[in-house]
């Protein structure tokens, strides 16, 4: 759509406010929000902010920075609320003097892109980003108390979030979303809505876009809705899955009918690539001090860094459809990492693979979660890190990861989580006290 297109849709439908959407470096949605006087202003890209009060964006002394509107992005919510009608649009971040800023993780992923275009690739991904409801207390504060107990794909009356998770998909679908399944997980109140694939800027757009109609939907509903990876302890946490793969044109890159698992050098190169630097961008697809209490063991999450056809114990797992839905599933993200920076880092690791024929070795079909140690060394199957700081270390360690991020954002999040690891281990927490203050 073109400025005055927008402009007249706006007018004929009475939006009243439009939302110039973007993200921080640690993922979070942010937004300006401007009145219909404004319009024009904001969709020429003339709209500042300060972005000092950003995570990770500017100093103070240059904080001036400017939003510069997706135009494909524009969509009316279909929501009420309770002011007229608004709209989004999401924005990549500008210097004034209008040169791209550094620190957007928008440009980031699109630089990338950039780079698998270069190399006559476009990148696809499709994710499959998993939640929980809670119920709010009296106070409307969230908790962890579920409104249902209701396990893998059961349904009403057990499932008592099926309407919750239906008003969220039928908004989703009005603004533009194809929604190819909508379920209830493994653990009580866990859900799961999965999307088209798309290029990947699309992907982050819908992925940043999703995550901010969960929430309102469950809090129209009275619900909390949490991204948190491992919110309870003792049952599943939420993952976010990635399938990816590289076309060129019609054409999947990653099938080739006659060579071995129909899987084709391209296909074994980017994963090759994805498992040797998966323990270092795990900092980023797996970005909390919560994260690593979900990637532990028992609770069939994606620990081990190998790769199988079909079995669901590694890292990556190749789903058993071929021809043009011939992809890998990365397995390790979760829903609380910045959708932009996860792809964008998975990307380079894939692309490394094929520019250096980075071998994927063969595939582990046993069950790695019922093996040994030993077993496991044997193979040459190392594990992810065991906490935030271990994969920080891994992440300051690879060049490669600092080069798809930027000098900017790789500061940035190096310093942000430094900070909330050392916050983290300087807190007494209730598992101390309960196990510890009346032993010594």
Known sequence: MTVAQILKTCKEENVKFLRLQFTDILGHNKNVEVPESQFEKALEGEIMFDGSSIEGFARIEESDQLLKPDLDTFVIFPLDFGNGKEARIICDIYNTDHTPFAGC??????????????MGYVMVAGPEPEFFLFMRNEKGEATTETHDDAGYFDLAPFDLGEECRRDIVNVLIQMGFEIEAAH???????????????????????????????????????LHATFMPKPVYGINGSGMHVHQSLFKGDKNCFYDESARYQLSDIALYYTGGILKHARSFSAVTNPTVNSYKRLVPGYEAPINVAWSEKNR????????????????EVR???????????LAVMLRA????????????????????????????????????????????????????????????????VEAKRAEWAEYISQVHQWELDKYLSTY
């Open 105 to 118: 993780p928008r440009l980031t992923l699109k630089r990338n892109m950039k780079k698998a275009a270069d």
């Open 332 to 342: 390790m993200p979760d829903p609380a990492s910045n959708p932009y920076l996860s």
């Open 184 to 222: 209830h997980e493994v653990a009580r109140g866990q859900h799961e809505i999965d999307f088209r694939y798309e290029d990947a800027l699309k992907t982050a757009d819908n992925i940043a876009t999703f995550r901010w109609v969960v929430r309102k939907v469950a809090k129209d509903h009275g």
């Open 313 to 328: 114990s590694p890292l990556v797992r190749v789903p058993g459809k071929r021809g043009k839905s011939t992809r890998i």
């Open 350 to 413: 894939g692309l490394e693979g094929i520019e250096l024929k980075i071998p994927a070795g063969e595939p582990v079909n046993r069950n790695i979660f019922t093996m040994s140690k030993r077993e496991k060394q044997r193979l040459g199957i190392k594990e992810l890190p065991a906490n935030l700081s271990e994969a920080v270390d891994l992440l300051e360690k690879d060049p490669l990861m600092k080069e798809a991020l930027g000098e900017h954002i790789f500061a940035h999040f």
